[in-house]
T-cell receptor, first 112, second 114 residues
Framework: KNQVEQSPQSLIILEGKNCTLQ??????????LRWYKQDTGRGPVSLTI???SENTKSNGRYTATLDADTKQSSLHITASQLSDSASYIC???????????WGAGTKLIIKP | EPEVTQTPSHQVTQMGQEVILRCVPI?????FYWYRQILGQKVEFLVS????????KSEIFDDQFSVERPDGSNFTLKIRSTKLEDSAMYFC????????????FGPGTRLTVL
């Protein structure tokens, strides 16, 4: 069964610190992996999309990595800011039907 | 910057009533989607729409639901005979190219069924 698992479920860090969020998936055949940021009560906003051949992709202070062999991805946030407080969702697309399989998200709280 | 818009932002309805949620996708986009998110749960795919027809739908998208693109700009989700468990945030999304392209989400409509 196609699944996306994220860890940790929630994370609290101090402003200015770095953090890394994890995503494991069992989606096959794999098409691409996306990281979204979702503020409370708002629609998700795309951070990165990576295909099979891409190992890393950056978007400002966000850097996503992908290991297609182990089916793992991570999202690294550098020099966190209060505005980074949100849920970060890993989403994987399967080639078979291109339907997006959503993770439950990691709720990140940045404290001053 | 172009964005997806949705109306209303909050809809309250009585159980058994019909509701229509409206979306205006980004103007040059070709693929349109509806998702829902029950409070505290994962985002769930409902349906995708391309070339004036449904291209994919999930198990959730049963006969209670329908979608329509009545004109060149609006994309609607109709929910007939609403149930308490339909209470959720409903997001519309669109993209330009195909399923592999970035999807842009609207701000959502919060549906509350009483």
């Amino acid at each position: 069964k196609n699944q996306v698992e994220q860890s940790p479920q929630s994370l609290i860090i101090l402003e200015g610190k770095n953090c890394t969020l994890q995503c494991n998936y069992t989606v096959s055949p794999f098409s691409n992996l996306r990281w979204y940021k979702q503020d409370t009560g708002r629609g998700p906003v795309s951070l990165t999309i990576m295909t099979f051949s891409e190992n890393t992709k950056s978007n400002g202070r966000y850097t996503a990595t992908l290991d297609a062999d182990t089916k793992q991805s991570s999202l690294h946030i550098t020099a966190s800011q209060l505005s980074d407080s949100a849920s970060y969702i890993c989403v994987v697309s399967a080639k078979s039907n291109y339907q997006l399989i959503w993770g439950a998200g990691t709720k990140l709280i940045i404290k001053p | 910057e172009p964005e997806v818009t949705q109306t209303p932002s909050h809809q309250v309805t009585q159980m058994g009533q019909e509701v229509i949620l409206r979306c205006v996708p980004i103007s040059n986009h070709l693929y349109f989607y509806w998702y829902r998110q029950i409070l505290g749960q994962k985002v769930e795919f409902l349906v995708s729409f391309y070339n004036n027809e449904i291209s994919e739908k999930s198990e959730i998208f049963d006969d209670q639901f329908s979608v329509e693109r009545p004109d060149g700009s609006n994309f609607t989700l109709k929910i007939r005979s609403t149930k308490l468990e339909d209470s959720a945030m409903y997001f519309c999304a669109s993209n330009l190219a195909d399923y592999t392209d970035t999807q842009y989400f609207g701000p959502g409509t919060r549906l509350t069924v009483l």
